[in-house]
């Protein structure tokens, strides 16, 4: 039964694609109203769904050529047109955060504010900084949790490139996170960086999903299948794994199974891959179905060169689905990720993140190994699931919602 409260979550993501986010609808739709702004409607059902790309109104514009601008100013308008190319400008001015951070949140997004101090609610839930800002002007009386996910300014390389982004992401937090009653985010490692720079005590809250009733498969026992999962995006390294295919003899294969967020991207990871039989690509698997689906590998890659404090702290939603899918785990030394494989025995972690160094980590593998580590998944799954976290988030909420009205 419902207790009668109404939270609304904010999330600037495609809540199908997002499994986070999704998993926190699906928890807390059965206990309260849900009211949810996102760019997709989630798969669970709420009380009230906005879309925010039809609020804000304006497109996502990665084509910078003049024939391009021409047809975003006759399909947008000149007003929106002029608030588009002003905030184009401002990610690119490093020296402009407080002028930036008002026209992303006040005009921009300025009907969204609107629309969320009308929408009667008792807590307010932000997810990732693009949320924050917005939820926190429009927050009123009402109770505000931020899910920070990770760590916002880590996520930009430490280039003059990046400068701009992450001035915006540190103004935008520590302008805002005093607003917050609670923060969430993913790892140990994010939480003492936002203890650190913020002055915010974190709730851990892992990317874990469900807990899946699945044992460790057996394999064959002259074949060792490898498999990677997630987005086909330039800045993963994946040609570091079908380069790696070339240290390894026969008896290895590796699947794909991606989204192709970058199509050219993954077009030259097909052209790669071409000439080695034993590289596979499938069709992306629904977030919900991943681990039954990967249950038939043996061992789960990741070799993400940590160009970023992000990455070096990642705890993706892919490790979890690995365990949940009873494989062994090969990863590059990511440290968070490689305190978790070593700390529970799930796998190996390679000196570097050398394809060839990786191939040779994994060329010391036998079949008893493997297995091994499945056990270790298989005994780790529970804790390593989305369970313990369901507990937490409904602690969290409903301490946030004690004594409103």
């Known amino acids: 039964m419902k207790s009668g409260k109404t939270v609304l979550v904010y999330s600037q993501s495609d809540l199908v694609r997002d499994p986070r986010v999704h998993r926190q609808i699906e928890l807390l739709s059965g206990e309260y109203n849900l009211v949810v702004f996102g760019n997709t409607p989630p798969k669970a059902k709420v009380a009230k769904f906005y879309d925010l790309v039809s609020l804000i109104g304006l497109p996502e514009n990665r084509d910078r050529s003049k024939k391009a601008a021409i047809a975003l100013f006759r399909r947008i308008g000149l007003k929106k047109f002029i608030i588009m190319s002003i905030r184009q400008f401002l990610k690119s001015v490093p020296i402009a955060p407080a002028l930036q951070a008002y026209w992303d949140c006040r005009v921009v997004r300025g009907n969204v504010i609107r629309r969320i101090r009308k929408t009667p609610c008792d807590l307010i839930i932000a997810n990732d900084y693009s949320g924050l800002a917005v939820c926190a002007a429009a927050k009123g009386k009402r109770k505000l949790l931020y899910d920070a996910h990770e760590y916002t300014p880590g996520q930009f390389p430490r280039t003059k490139a990046h400068l701009a982004q992450r001035t915006h992401a540190r103004y935008v937090i520590r302008k805002n996170i005093g607003h917050c009653d609670m923060v969430m985010t993913i790892g140990d490692g994010i939480a003492r960086l936002y203890e650190r720079m913020f002055g915010a005590h974190c709730e851990v809250v892992t990317n874990a999903p469900a807990y899946r009733d699945l044992s460790p498969s057996r394999g064959g026992e002259d074949k060792i299948r490898l498999v990677h999962h997630g987005v086909a995006a330039k800045n993963r390294d994946l040609e570091k794994l079908i380069d790696m295919m070339g240290f390894l003899d026969e008896k290895f294969s590796l699947d794909f199974y991606l989204v192709p967020f970058d199509e050219v991207y993954y077009s030259i990871l097909r052209s790669r891959a071409r000439d080695n039989p034993r590289i596979s690509f499938h069709e992306p698997v629904d977030m919900l179905h991943l681990p039954e689906e990967l249950h038939q590998y043996d061992i789960g890659c990741y070799l993400f060169n940590p160009n970023c404090i992000n990455i070096a702290y990642a705890l993706p939603n892919k490790f979890f689905e690995f365990v949940q899918?009873?494989?062994?785990?090969?990863?590059?030394?990511?440290?968070?990720?490689?305190?978790?494989v070593k700390k529970y025995g799930l796998g190996v972690v390679s000196e570097d993140f050398e394809p060839k160094t990786m191939a040779r980590v994994l060329s010391r593998l036998d079949r008893d190994a493997i297995m091994e580590f499945k056990r270790a998944s298989d005994a780790r799954a529970w804790e390593l699931s989305s369970e313990?976290?369901?507990?937490?988030?409904?602690?969290?909420?409903a301490e946030l919602l004690e004594g409103t009205t």
């Open 388 to 397: 313990p976290n369901a507990r937490i988030i409904k602690r969290i909420v």
């Open 325 to 340: 899918a009873r494989l062994a785990i090969a990863i590059g030394p990511v440290p968070e990720m490689g305190c978790y």
